[in-house]
């Protein structure tokens, strides 16, 4: 929420007012799935569910997603990517989270919440790593990086065209193993193939989300894969990857014999509309944000699915 201009606040409540919508809960969804999908796994083959570790997983991974954001709230900013952004491109989906171009965090404030909960995060990932799976602690030296990576030189991977590819890896693969780990203590294949799907699906989330910032990231200089391609090309792309996603979960599932994961394909109706929806109004961003929005359920839906599966296979 922006500060009008006839308004007034403290300080303090502007900072927690910027501080919530920069932490924005909502999209912790991206991070909750693969690890709702990763224990699952882990429940129907140990047949035990670590309520105390899987707590301690989430808030790990939660805190390390509000540092990624106000690492690239602060890179966004003083690169022009998140000022260029015309009125009528302004959505939920666009823009970053808005907090320092609304004024409700300074430079210097979002500096400091991405320093104190990357520290945070880093500190809840070695407790598990010690007290309880060592092999955790390379999941989450590598998530660390990717966090920190995405947006800081001299990586950059998002204003390099790898954005989309540091996303799907981290939070598919990667986090799937990493929650499959702290709960079983070992290495999961499914979860891997799993992560694969997901990976694909957040991917895909992140790539339709960049339609609306389009021209304010070519401006500054971000070279997403939507502006390499243009977005006639790139509507191709966002159905490919949903095509990928869904092929790989099938041969996934026929190949391991795990034939309830095709219970994900019942996703498969929604991403046909956002397709639809990407094709007919690349070019109109109001109008677009149906398929922004059906493109996060995809991932929403496939995941809650693939958890009914797992645990319909252990109740079997």
């Known amino acids: 929420m922006a500060i009008s201009s006839g308004e007034t606040i403290s300080r303090p409540t502007r900072f927690w007012r910027g501080f919530w919508q920069l932490a924005d809960p909502k999209i912790w969804i991206a991070s909750t799935v693969p690890i709702a999908v990763a224990t699952a796994l882990a429940l129907r083959d140990s047949g035990t569910l670590h309520v105390g570790w899987l707590l301690a997983t989430l808030a790990g991974i939660y805190l390390i997603e509000i540092g990624k954001n106000a690492v690239n709230e602060v890179v966004d900013y003083e690169s022009g990517a998140d000022r260029f952004i015309a009125a009528e491109d302004r959505t939920p989906f666009s823009g970053g989270k808005k907090t320092i171009v609304d004024g409700l965090l300074s430079v210097r404030e979002a500096k400091?919440?991405?320093?104190?909960?990357?520290?945070?995060?880093?500190?809840?990932?070695?407790?598990?790593?010690?007290?309880?799976?060592?092999?955790v602690l390379w999941v989450g030296l590598a998530g660390l990086f990717a966090a920190v990576a995405y947006s800081l030189p001299p990586f950059k991977l998002a204003y390099r065209g790898l954005g989309e590819l540091c996303v799907g890896f981290t939070f598919g693969p990667l986090l799937m193993e990493g929650a499959y780990v702290v709960q079983a203590g070992r290495w999961s294949g499914d979860g891997a193939l799993l992560g694969v799907v997901l990976g694909l699906l957040i991917a895909n989330v992140l790539w339709i989300n960049e339609f609306p910032d389009f021209a304010a990231?070519?401006?500054?200089?971000?070279?997403?894969?939507?502006?390499?391609?243009?977005?006639?090309?790139?509507v191709v792309v966002h159905g490919l990857l949903f095509a990928l996603a869904y092929l790989f979960l099938a041969?996934?599932?026929?190949?391991?014999?795990?034939?309830?994961?095709?219970?994900?394909?019942?996703?498969?109706?929604?991403?046909?509309?956002?397709?639809?929806?990407?094709?007919?109004?690349?070019?109109?961003?109001?109008?677009?944000?149906?398929?922004?929005?059906?493109?996060?359920?995809?991932?929403?839906?496939?995941?809650?699915?693939?958890?009914?599966?797992?645990?319909?296979?252990?109740?079997?």
């Open 112 to 135: 400091g919440i991405a320093w104190v909960t990357l520290l945070l995060g880093a500190a809840v990932g070695l407790s598990i790593a010690w007290f309880r799976e060592p092999m």
């Open 217 to 234: 990231d070519k401006l500054a200089g971000k070279m997403t894969g939507v502006v390499r391609l243009g977005k006639r090309r790139a």
């Open 251 to 316: 041969g996934a599932a026929l190949a391991s014999g795990k034939v309830l994961w095709l219970l994900g394909l019942i996703s498969l109706p929604k991403a046909a509309t956002s397709v639809s929806v990407a094709a007919r109004r690349y070019a109109d961003t109001p109008r677009l944000m149906a398929a922004n929005a059906a493109t996060i359920e995809v991932y929403q839906l496939t995941g809650l699915a693939l958890v009914i599966a797992t645990l319909v296979e252990m109740i079997l």
